[in-house]
């Protein structure tokens, strides 16, 4: 069974500064994939960036970074520049090649920018 | 442009009602997944479809039937024997071995009142 934890249910930054969030993830797949998603009030769920397990190197997407460590089983997404509209929930999530394709998600970090 | 478009985005129902949620993609994808989301919690899955005519049953599926007739939509009844049924259901689809990852519906809100 895939599990995916993230241990900071809310988090300040300062406007302009970098953030990192927590996920750590666990898993006896070889091969599956690392997801990042945003969740503003409205509550659609907006894709930000993607980790594969066979990918050497860190994923970027503009101001998103993905810090995959994989012995650690650790994916954490790092913002920087915070801006207020990066106020929402952040949610990890996993899937696993060998699960029929299915996503499962943290219980997602809320993340508050302060100007 | 293609997406997925869920309806309503509101809904409110009474206690003992049967109600149905929409979920209809022109993305051409092959799988198609239901979340229920409580608040400040991630996403459970509710029930997965990943060819017409056959769907599984994910994490939570008590209470909730589905249908996949059509490789466009993938309905979600929510019924009386779902016995916390308030909260907010959002609807994804994907293509088989995408990395890409799903793309989401906006979502409905469900009210039992």
């Known amino acids: 069974a895939q599990k995916i934890t993230q241990t900071q249910p809310g988090m300040f930054v300062q406007e302009k500064e970098a953030v990192t969030l927590d996920c750590t993830y666990d898993?006896?797949?070889?091969?599956?994939?690392l997801f990042w998603y945003k969740q503003p009030s409205s509550g659609e769920m907006i894709f930000l960036i993607y980790?594969?397990?066979?990918?050497?190197q860190n994923a970027t997407e503009g101001r998103y970074s993905l810090n995959f460590q994989k012995a650690r089983k650790s994916a954490n997404l790092v913002i920087s520049a915070s801006q207020l509209g990066d106020s929402a929930m952040y949610f990890c999530?996993?899937?696993?090649?060998?699960?029929?394709?299915?996503?499962?998600f943290g219980g997602g970090t809320r993340l508050m920018v302060k100007p | 442009d293609g997406g997925i478009t869920q309806s309503p985005k509101y809904l409110f129902r009474k206690e003992g009602q049967n109600v149905t949620l929409s979920c209809e993609q022109n993305?051409?994808?092959?799988?198609m997944y239901w979340y229920r989301q409580d608040p400040g919690q991630g996403l459970r899955l509710i029930y997965y479809?990943?060819?017409?005519?056959?769907?599984q049953k994910g994490d939570i599926a008590e209470g909730y039937s589905v249908s996949r007739e059509k490789k466009e939509s993938f309905p979600l009844t929510v019924t009386s024997a779902q016995k916390n049924p308030t909260a907010f259901y959002l609807c994804?689809?994907?293509?088989?071995?995408?990395?890409?990852?799903?793309?989401f519906g906006s979502g409905t809100r469900l009210t039992v009142v």
């Open positions: 993305l051409n994808h092959d799988a």
């Open positions: 980790q594969g397990s066979y990918d050497e």
């Open positions: 999530a996993m899937r696993s090649n060998n699960a029929g394709n299915m996503l499962t």
């Open positions: 898993t006896s797949d070889q091969s599956y994939g």
């Open positions: 479809s990943q060819i017409v005519n056959d769907f």
């Open positions: 994804a689809s994907s293509m088989q071995g995408r990395s890409g990852g799903y793309t």
